[in-house]
């Protein structure tokens, strides 16, 4: 009996220190400073020299993110906050999104960071997801996007 108690504390540590990681390196710290405010609401966008050349068409596959924000769902003491975010898709094929990003505070140290897809969102379409992070309060919190690509959906 004991040798069996032994194998699920094992099993238990196993899968808790697995977590862990995988945790800790999604929401691991980066020092990457090349990043970009994430929208608010609707976004107005000024296209850069890099983007005229990749798009000639005027318009940024960037500007796909219509909405990229902090929703902070705590009540009564939890803390419950979640990245909340809306594609619409402006071109004429189907089309994969994701895209890297980061919370600083305002002392500018990054309190997390991490990654979004969105899949197969077809012309025109629009795409709304959500996702839970492990920030503690809003307050003071920007977020930048790091990283951005749109790629066609098969």
């Known amino acids: 009996m004991s040798k069996h108690r032994h194998r699920i504390s094992s099993a238990l540590v196993t899968a808790v220190a697995v977590a862990g990681l995988t945790?800790?390196?999604?929401?691991?710290?980066?020092?990457?400073?090349?990043?970009?405010?994430?929208?608010?609401?609707?976004?107005t966008t000024e296209s850069t020299p890099q983007?005229?050349?990749?798009?000639?068409?005027?318009?940024?596959?960037?500007?796909?993110?219509?909405?990229?924000?902090?929703?902070?769902?705590?009540?009564?003491?939890?803390?419950?906050?979640?990245?909340?975010?809306?594609?619409?898709?402006?071109s004429s094929e189907k089309s994969n999104y994701s895209w890297d990003w980061e919370a600083v505070n305002a002392s500018g140290t990054r309190v997390a960071n991490g990654s979004q897809l969105e899949t197969d969102v077809q012309p025109g379409q629009t795409a709304q997801?959500?996702?839970?992070?492990?920030?503690?309060?809003?307050?003071?919190?920007?977020?930048?996007?790091?990283?951005f690509n749109r790629t066609a959906g098969y």
């Not at 945790?23 to 976004?43: M, Q, R, Y």
């Not at 003491?77 to 594609?87: A, E, K, M, S």
């Open 23 to 43: 945790l800790g390196t999604a929401c691991g710290s980066n020092d990457d400073e090349d990043s970009t405010p994430a929208p608010k609401g609707e976004i």
């Open 51 to 90: 983007e005229k050349t990749k798009e000639p068409q005027g318009k940024s596959e960037r500007a796909d993110l219509v909405n990229f924000q902090l929703d902070d769902r705590s009540q009564s003491g939890i803390t419950n906050i979640w990245l909340v975010w809306t594609i619409k898709n402006n």
């Open 129 to 147: 997801g959500e996702f839970p992070t492990t920030l503690k309060s809003t307050d003071g919190i920007k977020l930048n996007i790091t990283s």
